[in-house]
């Protein structure tokens, strides 16, 4: 079976973005699922001075190894101001200072929703153009506007055209994850 992880770019427990991502993960099959939850990489926030005098911290590289082992990555970005949040962007600096490839060219889909009719596009453009330099296995972007509108979680449903958009995404990734070696 395939790994995949899961990632909900915000240390909020109560993310819409986290509803999304298990939504979109429940339509894969065959995989185990792995969640790394922002909470779990607290970091001190990134400056070189701190790294030049204490290094790189331990949960940085065991969240750099979560990705190694990996086959895929599925990725919802919570969006604040238009950009990352304070807790994803401070993982990816660390991160990066082990390796610049972050993703490590996993096929990954990325998504973001808000409650607005944005979807937190500014964000999902934003990850989409920096890392789609690097990480040709990105196998596409879905961005939901109005989640309360848009997605049901209670009765596990979409609206269209958006379920048909993320299933076919998620359809993308599964075989892209599935003929990986």
């Known amino acids: 079976m395939k790994k995949i992880i899961l990632i909900a770019g915000t240390n909020s427990s109560k993310s819409i973005n986290r509803s999304l991502l298990y939504y979109a993960a429940e339509k894969l099959h065959d995989v185990i699922l792995t969640e790394l939850l922002m909470t779990d990489y607290i970091l001190p926030l990134y400056g070189i001075d701190y790294e030049r005098e204490k290094g790189i911290p331990e949960s940085a590289h065991e969240f750099k190894n979560k990705i190694k082992t990996a086959d895929g990555v599925l990725i919802s970005l919570a969006e604040h101001n238009g950009a990352y949040t304070v807790a994803f962007k401070n993982v990816l600096d660390w991160v990066s ?12 889909l990325v998504m973001s929703t808000s409650p607005g009719g944005r979807g937190g596009v500014g964000v999902l453009n934003m990850f989409y153009n920096r890392y789609i330099r690097t990480n040709k296995s990105i196998v596409g ?3 939901l506007p109005l989640f309360s509108k848009n997605l049901d979680i209670d009765n596990n449903h979409m609206k269209q055209p958006y379920e048909t958009e993320l ?10 994850v599935d003929s990986n070696q």
């Not at 200072?97 to 990954?108: E, F, T």
């Open 167 to 176: 299933s076919a995404l998620i359809e993308k990734f599964q075989s892209t």
């Open 97 to 108: 200072r082990i390796q610049n490839d972050v993703w490590l060219n996993k096929p990954m």
């Open 141 to 143: 972007k879905f961005s």
